[in-house]
Each structure stands twice: as structure tokens, then as C-alpha cells.
């Protein structure tokens, strides 16, 4: 992705007999046809720390607030929510208010496949500061136990 400096430089660059001077040309806070705008935070059950290097913008949602919204939605054959049942894999928040979920199911067969994933994008849509959300379900890797919380565990009695 250009940054603004890139723009600049490319701004520069154009002449004034050159035909259509601003058809393919980037400006700082837009992206590239195809690309999207830059993440300002991500998050995995891994522990990726946020990324730092862009400022947290002014009015733009949270990571706390989306995991609280995503918090909200439960499996309804399991009396935990998705997230400490550990069905969310990333969380990926963008400038332009849209975010991005990866979130998998116990199972593939899972009777709740349908709905699950609708919950969390209406959950996280309501999030002040969020205009989108997109959710994929994805199976690789496995969801198991072992990703579970220990609130989770401790909800059903799985020690």
C-alpha cells in the first residue's frame, strides 16, 4: 500500500501536459483499486499485539468494544459465548470503519452454522464506530477444547 509520502512523490512526478493527471493517482487516505485501507488493529488468539505504527483514529471502534459485541452472542446448544468457547480466530479493524472476523464452529455439522455468523455481524455492526462487518467462518486451524477460557471451562465443568 502507497503511503502518504508515495502520493507525494507521485503528485510530483505528474506533468502538466500529461493526459488526465489524477485517473490512477492515490490520495493519503484512500487505497489502491482492490487494496484495502490500512488495518489499525488486528487481533488472534495468539497474542498479536496491535498494530502500533497508525494512530488509534478519532471515532473508529475499539478492539475491547468488538470482542465485548462479539461477548454478546451465544451458541445455542452451549450455555458459554463464542468468544471464551474460542470460536473467534482474528479480529481485524480497518480506518474506514469496516471490520473483518474470522471466527470457525465446534464442528463442521454444527446446527447453529447458519445463525452464528449473522449474530456476530449484526453484534459487531452495532459497535460505535463500525460501518461493515464481514464474517468467514474457516475451519483451518481445528477448533478443540484446548481453546476454550478458563471462564468457559469452569461454565462446563470441563477441567
Not at 49 to 66: C, I, K
Not at 85 to 106: N, P, Q, S
Not at 129 to 157: H, T
Request: with cysteine; charged share 25%.
Amino acid at each position: 500500500m502507497l503511503t502518504s509520502e508515495d502520493v507525494r512523490i507521485q503528485e510530483q512526478s505528474v506533468t502538466d501536459n500529461a493526459p488526465n493527471p489524477a485517473e490512477g493517482m492515490l490520495h493519503a487516505d484512500h487505497a489502491a483499486e482492490g487494496e484495502h485501507p490500512a488495518k489499525v488493529e488486528s487481533w488472534t488468539p495468539e497474542g498479536d499485539a496491535p498494530l502500533q505504527d497508525q494512530p488509534h483514529p478519532a471515532g473508529a471502534a475499539s478492539e475491547e468494544d468488538v470482542i465485548a459485541a462479539i461477548a454478546t452472542v451465544h451458541d445455542p446448544e452451549i450455555p458459554v459465548n463464542i468468544y471464551e468457547l474460542g470460536l473467534i480466530y482474528a479480529i481485524d479493524l480497518y480506518d474506514d470503519g469496516r471490520v473483518h472476523v474470522e471466527m470457525t464452529l465446534t464442528a463442521p455439522n454444527c446446527p447453529s452454522a447458519q445463525e452464528l455468523p449473522a449474530q456476530v455481524k449484526e453484534a459487531v455492526e452495532k459497535v460505535p464506530g463500525v460501518q461493515s462487518a464481514e464474517v468467514d467462518i474457516v475451519w483451518d486451524p481445528p477448533w478443540d477444547m484446548s481453546r476454550m477460557s478458563d471462564e468457559a471451562r469452569l461454565a462446563l465443568n470441563m477441567f
